[in-house]
């Protein structure tokens, strides 16, 4: 059974720094994305990032491209999300899923999505 869970949120001043986890348990191989996507109070889940466990190729939206970095760990079976600059429109809940799909960040391509973890960012 795959299951993914995501750690490492909490509260954070604008332009502090995060780094968020998601530790995949159930894989049976590499051949698998795993994307991290966040939803704010009163909006839509949207895409943040995503990995390919094979190659390591990724893909960012455009809201955090050259602030936030997703890389692998495939020993530990474990994505981060190193998060910089952050502002507050990045307070949200954050998740972690995965797909098949190589570089998606399309929300009905994912399954087996995270419980989420908070990051605030406030002064």
């Known amino acids: 059974q795959l299951q993914l869970v995501e750690s490492g949120g909490g509260l954070v001043q604008p332009g502090g720094s995060l780094r968020l986890s998601c530790a995949a348990s159930?894989?049976?191989?590499?051949?698998?994305?795993i994307g991290w996507f966040r939803q704010a109070p009163g909006k839509e889940r949207e895409g943040v990032s995503c990995?390919?466990?094979?190659?390591?190729?990724?893909n960012y939206a455009d809201s955090v491209k050259g602030r936030f970095t997703i890389s692998r760990d495939n020993a530990k079976n474990t994505v981060y999300l190193q998060m910089n600059s952050l502002k507050p429109e990045d307070t949200a809940i954050y998740y972690c899923?995965?797909?098949?799909?190589?570089?998606?960040?399309?929300?009905?391509?994912?399954?087996?999505w995270g419980p989420g973890t908070q990051v605030t960012v406030s002064s």
């Open positions: 990995i390919s466990m094979r190659d390591g190729s990724t």
């Open positions: 159930g894989f049976t191989s590499v051949y698998y994305t």
């Open positions: 899923a995965t797909t098949t799909w190589k570089n998606s960040l399309n929300l009905a391509d994912f399954y087996s």
